[in-house]
């Protein structure tokens, strides 16, 4: 009984040992250097070089577009409105022929005054005659002294009558053409206020308004610490300037900083600036706001990056380098100022030097990399393969 046990259990006995066994085999083989996990891989990214070219010092403001000049057209004379010879929103030309007035009652006055002159001339000749004989008359004593310098003066009186109708034909031709409202100025036209066939009051009603816009005004407004700069600038050479448009990133109107208002707003610390630009495409419109950038000057040899490869910290700014050993290290630099996409390095940075554009918050200092090389065109045959054009 006792050995059909033992020999039930020997088997199981003999487990252990083996388990025990193939543990301190797998132990052995594990003995000596510990192995290290695999390098990372390279990380790909993109790069600029550093390099100096020309830098402009910027600053810029927003404002609004004034017209030149804006003339509110009235009528001098009263009268009724017949013609209109004009298309409201259009650009008319100084000199153009914007209303006609009812001549009719002009023109008869013209012709009323025209009468009273030739009666006023007929009784000056008269009163001439009479004194050349009584000046005859008066020296053989046969007419009295009284009766000549009456007809003396009766000359003088018939003389200044000749001089007053001139003056009332002159105003009545004036008069006569102001009946032709013609434009003063060159510019656009805007919406017409008194319509033909009405009753125009004379210097009353405006019955358009003109507004030259070539050249045009943008007024814009700068804070009051930008203004010893733009000062110290204005002075030197002409400041130019560039207009954009909001909602049309192509337009870049040219212009010059013309003047700078004489005080700053207390409530808002805000100085008016203005400028000129010729708006030869008519795209700047009085009352449109726009964004108005003036280079102070141009720094000639200024380091430049792209201001997307700079990590702001609260210790500063830093960009990653790449070295000759396609490695990455952390650098600080100190920046001057920044232009539109870019930013001109002061210090921290030597031109040549591959600063990291793309791949930024993958990387690590002391870190390889793998620089993306550019992609070149397809060519025909590459974009037929890939379904492009022809596919």
Same mark, same amino acid.
């Given at each position: 009984m006792? /050995?059909?046990? /033992? *020999?039930?259990? /020997?088997p199981l006995?003999?487990?252990p040992l083996?388990?025990?066994c193939?543990l !301190? &085999?797998? !132990?052995?083989?594990?003995?000596?250097?510990k192995?290290q996990?695999?390098?990372?891989?390279?990380?790909? %990214?993109?790069?600029?070089?550093?390099?100096?070219?020309? @830098?402009?010092?910027?600053?810029?403001g %927003?404002g609004?577009?004034?017209a030149?000049?804006?003339v509110n057209?009235?009528?001098?004379v009263?009268?009724?409105l017949?013609?209109?010879?004009?298309?409201?929103?259009?650009q008319v030309?100084?000199g153009?022929l914007?209303?006609?007035?009812d001549?009719a009652?002009? +023109? =008869?006055?013209l012709?009323?005054?025209? =009468?009273?002159?030739?009666?006023s001339?007929?009784?000056?000749?008269?009163?001439?005659?009479?004194?050349?004989?009584?000046?005859?008359?008066?020296k053989?004593?046969?007419?009295?002294?009284?009766d000549?310098?009456? $007809?003396?003066?009766a000359k003088?009186?018939?003389?200044?009558q000749v001089r007053q109708?001139e003056?009332?034909?002159?105003?009545?031709?004036l008069?006569?053409?102001?009946?032709?409202?013609?434009?003063?100025v060159?510019?656009?036209?805007?919406?017409?206020?008194?319509?033909?066939?009405?009753?125009?009051? *004379?210097?009353?009603?405006v019955?358009?308004?003109?507004?030259?816009?070539?050249?045009?005004?943008?007024?814009?407004s700068l804070?009051?610490r930008q203004?010893?700069? !733009?000062?110290r600038?204005?002075?030197?050479?002409p &400041?130019?300037?560039?207009?954009k448009?909001?909602?049309?990133?192509?337009?870049?109107?040219?212009?010059r900083v013309t =003047?700078?208002?004489?005080n700053?707003?207390p &409530?808002?610390?805000?100085?008016?600036?203005? =400028?000129?630009f010729?708006?030869?495409s008519l795209?700047l419109?009085?009352? +449109?706001? %726009? $964004?108005?950038n003036?280079?102070l000057?141009?720094d000639?040899?200024?380091?430049?990056?792209?201001?997307?490869a700079?990590i702001?910290?609260?210790?500063?700014?830093?960009?990653?380098?790449?070295?000759?050993n396609?490695?990455?290290d952390?650098?600080?630099?100190?920046? @001057?100022?920044?232009?539109?996409t870019?930013? %001109?390095?002061?210090?921290?940075?030597?031109?040549?030097?591959?600063?990291v554009?793309?791949?930024?918050?993958? &990387? /690590?200092?002391?870190g390889?990399?793998?620089?993306r090389e550019p992609q070149a065109?397809?060519?025909?045959? +590459?974009?037929?393969?890939?379904g492009?054009?022809?596919?």
């Amino acid at each position: 009984m006792f /050995r059909f046990i /033992r *020999a039930a259990l /020997r088997p199981l006995s003999l487990a252990p040992l083996v388990i025990g066994c193939t543990l !301190l &085999l797998g !132990l052995a083989g594990c003995d000596g250097k510990k192995q290290q996990a695999p390098p990372p891989p390279p990380v790909s %990214v993109a790069v600029v070089k550093a390099e100096r070219k020309a @830098a402009p010092l910027v600053i810029s403001g %927003v404002g609004h577009v004034d017209a030149t000049r804006t003339v509110n057209v009235r009528s001098q004379v009263t009268g009724t409105l017949l013609k209109t010879n004009f298309t409201e929103g259009t650009q008319v030309k100084e000199g153009d022929l914007l209303f006609g007035i009812d001549a009719a009652p002009f +023109q =008869a006055r013209l012709r009323q005054a025209e =009468a009273a002159r030739g009666k006023s001339k007929a009784a000056l000749d008269q009163n001439a005659r009479d004194y050349t004989r009584y000046s005859d008359l008066v020296k053989k004593e046969v007419v009295s002294r009284d009766d000549y310098e009456k $007809t003396m003066t009766a000359k003088d009186q018939s003389n200044m009558q000749v001089r007053q109708d001139e003056a009332d034909i002159a105003t009545a031709r004036l008069n006569l053409g102001y009946t032709a409202i013609r434009s003063p100025v060159a510019g656009i036209a805007g919406l017409q206020k008194i319509k033909t066939g009405n009753l125009v009051n *004379a210097n009353t009603e405006v019955l358009i308004s003109i507004a030259q816009i070539q050249p045009v005004i943008v007024k814009f407004s700068l804070p009051e610490r930008q203004l010893p700069l !733009l000062r110290r600038y204005l002075g030197q050479e002409p &400041l130019l300037a560039w207009a954009k448009v909001p909602g049309n990133p192509d337009f870049n109107e040219q212009g010059r900083v013309t =003047a700078v208002d004489n005080n700053v707003d207390p &409530l808002t610390g805000m100085v008016l600036v203005q =400028a000129e630009f010729p708006n030869a495409s008519l795209s700047l419109w009085p009352g +449109q706001y %726009v $964004t108005v950038n003036v280079v102070l000057t141009v720094d000639q040899d200024a380091l430049i990056i792209p201001s997307r490869a700079i990590i702001p910290r609260r210790e500063g700014k830093f960009i990653f380098v790449v070295g000759a050993n396609s490695t990455v290290d952390l650098r600080q630099i100190e920046t @001057a100022r920044e232009m539109d996409t870019d930013t %001109v390095v002061q210090s921290g940075l030597a031109p040549g030097e591959n600063v990291v554009v793309d791949g930024i918050v993958r &990387l /690590r200092p002391g870190g390889q990399v793998q620089i993306r090389e550019p992609q070149a065109p397809a060519q025909p045959d +590459q974009a037929k393969d890939k379904g492009g054009p022809g596919a």
